[in-house]
């Protein structure tokens, strides 16, 4: 598992794009063992559907799921992999001050990489799921 | 046609939302006719992938063609509605200055609408292809 | 519990469609309590992608998917209920003797439902997954 | 033009799938220079959804969705390439006796092909879209 990269790391990659640093996205853990990784939002103005509903923006939330999904393979390549194409579905309203992402890799063959997201409320209400298609090559 | 939102007010709806207004999103045409709405959207700098690049970052572009096939379904409804899921192909890297989204209702049901997107680059290449199913109903 | 469809009930529901008869889909569990169903497909010559292959096509394996899904929900509901719409993705060839399809209802709202849905072969290798949305009306 | 499959080429290699040769698909057009291909598909008694409906299963549907996509590259390609996923959408019952599917090509990339496909039914209604991504090698 050494090969792994660390949750510092991840954060390090994180915080080195300017949108994701925008959102304030964090790594919340990795648990390489289980190929998973979970980031955690913390709710700002900029993110709201309509002015004082709390709401996420469905883009905002797809932008998440698509970043799990990613960092869930850069965890285990070592850099982040073009998307091929995501679904999000959406669940529930979310209206509370932080939500969770769960990226859980499903495969990782020569070509293709397929990763399944949930996205949880600080209620532990899951609000959305993604699935996304990333080509794993190293970077 | 007289019952269509005119662009004045799909622009005045995409500014009330804190999130949309944050974008920068711009209506560019309203073709009720066709029912068929293009939305714009400039570069800024929270926008980047990665420093210096130019490129959108993917979360970036999914809420742009979320928030558009959303908006084709309000210029004929009048309000915003409910996305029930979407999904996002990346065709090209999208590295210019500003992007176009293109969406072109293909039904609307009794329960359920379907919008596709298409999105190209200042250059007219298609950078990314989204399809989106939304619930129709009058706010 | 008592509401829902025993097995019993859901295998002569998929006998009574005449594709589904045809394909020979056969009930393996239902779990109520987890909101699962595990669908079988034994192999038949005409689902061969290529002569002599021992491969399923991926239209058959699709096919799968969405009837699983559909009856993970008849299994709650009490009748087979409309797609709205599907996602299939492919992880490996499939050629073995049987497939399993396991199907986890993840939301049940009031306009739209969601599953999830797991297609395994003999092997127990996943070699395919599915999500559906369906209209979770009453018949 | 000279290197893309005739009509007769394609057919042949439908035919040559146990599969695809149950189900019955006929090529009904090939446009190589607009990068379009056009299936048909004649209803037949295993084909439907409930008995005496005339109503096409959506797995039928969805089958016939993926070989369009499949082919309308084979058509350029010279063989038939691996599906990575496809998405189908059901816009309304499909009782006809015959089905359309037509298959434009969005892109070919190096490692990716996306292809949109559209349904009709005998009376030129739109009853399915689907989309779906390939990995266009050479077989």
């Given at each position: ?23 304030g ?23 709201e ?39 999000t ?13 769960t ?37």
């Amino acid at each position: 598992m050494s090969d792994y990269l660390s949750q510092h790391d991840v954060q390090k990659m994180l915080d080195a794009s300017p949108y994701l640093a925008f959102m304030g996205i964090l790594v919340d853990t990795i648990d390489p063992g289980n190929d998973t990784l979970v980031l955690r939002l913390p709710m700002r103005p900029e993110f709201e559907r309509r002015p004082d509903s709390g709401q996420y923006h469905g883009g905002v939330i797809a932008s998440l799921i698509d970043t799990a999904g990613d960092y869930a393979l850069a965890m285990r390549i070592g850099n982040v992999v073009p998307t091929v194409n995501f679904r999000t579905d959406f669940l529930r309203p979310a209206s509370h001050t932080e939500l969770k992402a769960t990226a859980r890799v499903r495969r990782i063959g020569k070509t293709i990489a397929v990763v399944d997201i949930d996205v949880h409320d600080a209620d532990h209400r899951l609000i959305a799921i993604g699935r996304g298609t990333y080509i794993p090559q190293a970077g």
